[in-house]
């Protein structure tokens, strides 16, 4: 936790000499309702979890004066393609997501829990990137929360190399909307639902509340690009 905290306050007081902190952010619901993504221990959607994290956060965000734009709230983006055009003009994008595991480990899936964060060498401000996730997972952190780095193990369908494994951030190049997107762009994981106790802890709302502050006031913290997140 030390640790921690010096992290933070080394990277908080760098960021003012850097440039300003984004002023709007553009808020992903991952999945839709026609391809809802993984399926939780108890059955429930992806797209469910993922939209009520993403409601938690924009409204977060915009506590702390951040200009938010909800994307894919009403489950019908059928393109990826399309959400990235949507967030065009905001300074960062934030996809919300939430985690499952390989098929030959989901009798074992209890064992898999925490949170991680994808960027993309691909996007054209690709270390900024990386530093935004960086601020999040610090705030995570310092909210009790851990990084799961099952999705680094050498198997199919995993094996994403690690960005900042104490911090549980990895690259994921090729994912569309990380790589088109034409500011800063952020994947969160925010747990492991197919792991029946992190669901359960999942549906809790002081605990969805708990992450989304987390996740909010990293993003806060991360550093606004030119021209309003254009290249």
Same mark, same amino acid.
């Given at each position: 936790? /030390? @640790?921690?905290?010096?992290?933070? &306050?080394?990277?908080?007081?760098?960021?003012?000499?850097?440039?300003? $902190?984004?002023?709007? +952010?553009?808020?992903? +619901?991952?999945? $839709?309702?026609? %391809?809802?993504?993984?399926?939780?221990?108890? !059955?429930?959607?992806?797209? $469910?979890?993922?939209?009520?994290? =993403?409601?938690?956060?924009?409204?977060? &965000?915009?506590?702390?004066?951040?200009?938010?734009?909800?994307?894919?709230?009403?489950?019908?983006?059928?393109?990826?393609?399309?959400?990235?055009?949507? =967030?065009?003009?905001?300074?960062?994008?934030? $996809?919300?997501?939430?985690?499952? +595991?390989?098929?030959?480990?989901?009798?074992? %899936?209890?064992?898999?829990?925490?949170?991680?964060?994808?960027?993309?060498? /691909?996007?054209?401000?690709?270390?900024?990137? #990386?530093?935004?996730?960086?601020?999040?997972?610090?705030?995570?952190?310092?909210?009790?929360?851990?990084?799961?780095?099952?999705? =680094?193990?050498?198997?199919?369908?995993?094996?994403?190399?690690?960005?900042?494994?104490?911090?549980?951030?990895?690259?994921?190049?090729?994912?569309?909307? @990380? /790589?088109?997107?034409?500011?800063?762009?952020?994947?969160?994981?925010?747990?492991?639902?197919?792991?029946?106790?992190?669901?359960?802890? #999942?549906?809790?709302?002081?605990?969805?509340?708990?992450?989304?502050?987390?996740?909010?006031? !990293?993003?806060?913290?991360?550093?606004?690009?030119? =021209?309003?997140?254009?290249?």
């Amino acid at each position: 936790m /030390k @640790l921690c905290w010096s992290l933070t &306050l080394l990277l908080g007081l760098a960021l003012p000499a850097l440039a300003q $902190s984004v002023q709007s +952010v553009a808020v992903d +619901v991952g999945h $839709s309702l026609a %391809a809802p993504g993984a399926r939780s221990a108890s !059955g429930q959607t992806e797209f $469910s979890f993922n939209r009520r994290m =993403a409601l938690l956060l924009a409204e977060q &965000l915009r506590q702390r004066g951040v200009e938010v734009q909800l994307i894919g709230a009403a489950g019908d983006i059928r393109q990826l393609s399309e959400r990235t055009l949507q =967030a065009q003009g905001r300074q960062l994008l934030l $996809s919300v997501h939430h985690d499952s +595991v390989q098929p030959q480990y989901l009798s074992e %899936a209890g064992r898999f829990q925490g949170y991680s964060l994808f960027v993309s060498r /691909k996007n054209p401000f690709a270390e900024l990137s #990386l530093a935004c996730a960086r601020q999040i997972a610090l705030s995570l952190q310092e909210a009790g929360e851990r990084p799961t780095l099952h999705h =680094a193990e050498a198997i199919a369908g995993e094996n994403r190399p690690l960005a900042d494994a104490a911090l549980g951030i990895y690259w994921f190049d090729d994912l569309v909307v @990380l /790589k088109t997107a034409t500011q800063p762009a952020v994947l969160v994981e925010h747990g492991v639902i197919v792991n029946p106790a992190e669901e359960a802890r #999942l549906a809790q709302p002081a605990v969805t509340l708990k992450l989304a502050r987390a996740v909010a006031a !990293g993003a806060a913290r991360c550093q606004a690009v030119p =021209a309003a997140g254009r290249p």
